[in-house]
């Protein structure tokens, strides 16, 4: 199963099926977006206790799209020193 990392933490994977993908995301985020987007994210039962939701590629709008769950991923997985070397990848600003 190919993973993707970011300062030796995984931030991606790909599992054996291919047709979804893994990336990190808070508990209390990715229920709601479980709920509010079932036929698009959903939780794998062996990683019902961690950070982790799965993305159906299929249901993925586009690249742009799939672009921003794998950059928010990254971000929550890369140590500060390259938040800051990629501002364009950096964390979201409060409004």
Do not use: N
């Amino acid at each position: 199963m190919p993973t993707f990392r970011v300062a030796g933490k995984m931030f991606a994977t790909l599992p054996e099926e291919e047709t979804s993908i893994a990336v990190r995301c808070p508990k209390e985020e990715r229920d709601e977006l479980v709920l509010a987007e079932p036929e698009k994210f959903w939780i794998a039962d062996h990683e019902a206790q961690f950070a982790w939701v799965r993305v159906r590629l299929v249901a993925v709008e586009d690249e742009a799209e799939l672009r921003d769950i794998l950059a928010d991923s990254w971000r929550q997985a890369a140590p500060p020193r390259l938040l800051d070397a990629y501002p364009e990848l950096g964390l979201p600003t409060a409004e």
